[in-house]
């Protein structure tokens, strides 16, 4: 897997909007986000009531949005949350061909920098189901620990301090 293969696009067109409504029908991809029941719902509306070629605007708010990009093909989608100093990072890969291969780690790496770097989080958290064993083994690969554990999931989270730290010894080895 090649690091620069593996984009963070800003824009999301309209094809990204239905590939991301296919991602949410399937249940493999679907049974562990916490998206609203009715997101495709809503998502076709916007498709029907808007002309627009990007639809960027409708996905960041409440926080920045991105579609993985692998080879300039999404793949999947990863947002930050940013509630003061700590942002929540989501993120999933739709695309279930491209499960087991990497791309979600180095998404989650470009994730955790933007999150960090530009918008100056003292802290990273993430909220996991306890089955979603493919996500608390990227996330524990990247660094974070368990905060919390509540019913349904465990809420993980990455310092700056622990982010530095681990970036560091990465770089010495």
Do not use: C
Not at 4 to 11: A, G
Not at 128 to 144: M, T
Request: proline residues 2%; without cysteine.
């Amino acid at each position: 897997m090649i690091y620069k293969d593996i984009n963070l696009q800003q824009e999301v067109y309209r094809q990204d909007v239905y590939k991301l409504m296919d991602w949410l029908r399937d249940e493999e991809v679907s049974r562990y986000l916490n998206e609203e029941k009715g997101i495709i719902n809503s998502l076709d509306y916007l498709l029907r009531a808007s002309t627009l070629p990007i639809l960027t605007p409708y996905f960041n708010q409440g926080g920045p949005f991105y579609i993985i990009e692998y080879k300039k093909d999404s793949v999947g989608y990863l947002k930050l949350v940013p509630k003061g100093k700590i942002v929540e990072i989501v993120i999933a890969i739709g695309n279930r061909e491209k499960w087991g291969q990497g791309i979600g780690s180095i998404a989650l790496k470009k994730g955790i920098s933007e999150a960090f770097l530009s918008y100056r989080a003292n802290e990273i958290v993430a909220k996991i189901h306890h089955n979603n064993i493919r996500s608390k083994k990227i996330f524990r690969k990247a660094g974070f620990t368990i905060e919390d554990t509540l019913e349904v999931e465990n809420l993980y989270s990455l310092t700056f301090d622990d982010y530095i730290s681990g970036y560091s010894k990465e770089r010495i080895s």
